[in-house]
């Protein structure tokens, strides 16, 4: 903001707790699965480490 003076983000970042419901995380299709496996890795390390 400060870089670019950017109406808009300052408009956004002023009225943040009016608008933060329709905000929406865009994550790559990439990413998200990386985090999906990693999720899954963990729960099953997480499980085999509770049976020893």
Known sequence: ???TNSTR?????KHFD???????KVIP?????MMQKIH???S???N???RC
């Open 29 to 33: 299709k990439d990413y998200q699965l």
């Open 1 to 3: 903001m400060s870089h």
């Open 40 to 42: 899954l890795h963990k």
């Open 9 to 13: 983000a300052i408009h956004v970042l």
């Open 18 to 24: 009016r608008i933060e419901d329709v905000v929406v």
């Open 48 to 50: 085999e480490v509770k």
């Open 44 to 46: 099953l390390h997480d």
